[in-house]
Structures are given as structure tokens and as C-alpha cells.
């Protein structure tokens, strides 16, 4: 996959714990994950627990693929993962990375390749016309008189949250035989 420069990145890693290493692998994870909060670019670190076969995931979200690449090369990353040798390794085969709008059409619990970006771009569309136009017509009359720039921040801060919450998630669920059809 093509990553753009500059274009915030989520990357999943998968870890396989011994086990009996569970309680060890957990308290790692608190330390690591401190550890890269404090790492220029990070925005942020999930843990899903296990699911059979002693498996974890962690997905890690940076600002760009520069400042993720930093963590994953720097040397108090390598320490940590020093820290674990014996209770878990990654399964780097299982590691994946996505940018942009395909964040919002991840299908959870599945390794599905994203759809096509055409297929993104519309989907979006359909999601943000119809606020678009809502927006324009209860939000844009009543800061008419507003500064420009203030007038700007109001329709991407009703905007965004709301697709990436609520209209996107529920979009690509009932369009997901569309945008995930065999290629």
C-alpha cells in the first residue's frame, strides 16, 4: 500500500503471548504504551484483549508515516521490546496499515483490503451531502454576521465528528456488500 507524507496512519500489530504470560504481557503494555505517548506524533494507542490462541492487538495511531517510522525504529521501543522476550512476540506477517478515509471503512475482526478509493469517495459523499446541505441551511444563516474564520470552523467541527462517528460507521455497514464485492 501507497502511503502519502503527511497523511495521519493507523497500524495494527498483533502479539502472540505463552501462555501463562498474560498478567506480564498486561503490565508491558500499560509501560509501552506510556512510553509512546510521550513519542512525537502519537495519537493515540488501543489494546484489544485477547481473543483465542492467546492474541492481542494494539492500534497504534501517529500524526504521519515519518514520526511512526521514528517510534518503530527508535531505540526506547527496541528496549521495551527487549522487556518482553519469552512472554510475547509480534507476528509482523499479521501487521497492517492504513491512512486517510480508510480508517472509516474498516470492517472490525476481519483483514479486508480497503475498497477501492472511488468507492471511499462516493460513500463519503452520500454521508456528507445530506449534512452539507442541513448544515447550510439551519447553521450558515444564523453566522452571517460572524468573522470569516470563525464562520469557516463551524461547518468542519458539526461536520467531521458527525461522519466519523455516527454517518460513516453506519454507512459502510449498510453498503459493505457494495464496497467490499469481490474484485
Same mark, same amino acid.
Given at each position: 500500500?501507497?502511503?502519502? *507524507?503527511?497523511?495521519? =496512519?493507523?497500524? =495494527? ?10 498478567? =506480564? &504481557? ?11 505517548? *510521550?513519542?512525537? @506524533? ?6 484489544? #484483549? ?16 515519518? #514520526?511512526? @517510522? ?8 527496541? #528496549? ?15 501487521? /497492517? ?7 472509516? &471503512? ?10 477501492? #478509493? ?8 452520500? @454521508? ?7 448544515? /447550510? ?17 463551524? &461547518? ?8 466519523? &462517528? =455516527? ?17
Amino acid at each position: 500500500m501507497r502511503i502519502q *507524507r503527511g497523511e495521519p =496512519v493507523t497500524t =495494527v500489530f498483533t502479539w502472540q503471548v505463552r501462555p501463562g504470560k498474560e498478567d =506480564v &504481557f498486561e503490565e508491558w503494555t500499560l509501560g509501552v504504551t506510556r512510553s509512546a505517548s *510521550r513519542f512525537a @506524533g502519537n495519537e493515540g494507542v488501543s489494546w484489544l #484483549r485477547p481473543e483465542e490462541g492467546h492474541r492481542y492487538h494494539a492500534v497504534l495511531r501517529f500524526s504521519d508515516p515519518e #514520526r511512526l @517510522g521514528a517510534w518503530l525504529t527508535s531505540e526506547e521501543r527496541a #528496549r521495551w521490546h527487549e522487556r518482553i522476550d519469552g512472554v510475547a512476540t509480534e507476528v509482523s506477517s499479521e501487521r /497492517q496499515s492504513t491512512t486517510g478515509m480508510e480508517t472509516w &471503512f474498516d470492517l472490525p475482526g476481519t483483514t479486508v483490503q480497503a475498497p477501492p #478509493r472511488w468507492k471511499m469517495a462516493l460513500t463519503t459523499f452520500l @454521508g456528507a451531502y445530506p449534512f452539507t446541505l442541513l448544515i /447550510q441551511w439551519l447553521v450558515t444563516p444564523r453566522t452571517g454576521t460572524w468573522p470569516l474564520p470563525l464562520r469557516a470552523a463551524v &461547518f468542519p467541527l458539526i461536520l467531521l465528528p458527525t461522519l466519523t &462517528f =455516527v454517518v460513516m460507521p453506519q454507512l459502510s455497514r449498510l453498503l459493505r456488500r457494495w464496497l467490499y464485492a469481490k474484485r
